[in-house]
């Protein structure tokens, strides 16, 4: 006997749209093309971006922080909530075909609150994409 197939209208039966449009950069040359590129910065988050120029269309993004975030579990912590800011943040309103590197700043990006810091990336998007 085989299970019932579940019905297409439950809500959360489809896959969530960040596993569709973004994907993890994992290659150093990533991270260096786009620290080549633009950078804006802010209180809790430097967001570095390039434009790919190539006809993919998911949107890349990669996530780091120093030492001088702390040590190994502020840094994760840190990395983390970029992490859940970026699934909210950049399907709307990232670009398809651009690389973005979030990167955490020392003491505030594990502790400012989790509506400011989306703010704060939000705001580094927009500008960014603004500028010439």
Known sequence: MTPPEAPENIPGNTPPAVSVCL?????????LAAA???RQATPSVVVQARNRNDEETHIGVGFTCSKKVGNA?????????????ARAILPETGR???????????EITAT?????????????????????
Not at 73 to 85: D, I, P, T
């Open 96 to 106: 398809p075909g651009w690389d973005y590197v979030l990167i955490g700043r020392a």
């Open 73 to 85: 579990v502020a840094r994760n912590r840190a990395k983390r909530r970029l992490r859940e800011a």
């Open 23 to 31: 994907e993890i950069l994992k290659n150093r040359s990533d991270f």
């Open 36 to 38: 080549r590129a633009q």
């Open 112 to 132: 400012r609150p989790f509506d400011r810091l989306q703010q704060d990336l939000q705001g580094a998007l927009h500008r960014l994409h603004a500028k010439p």
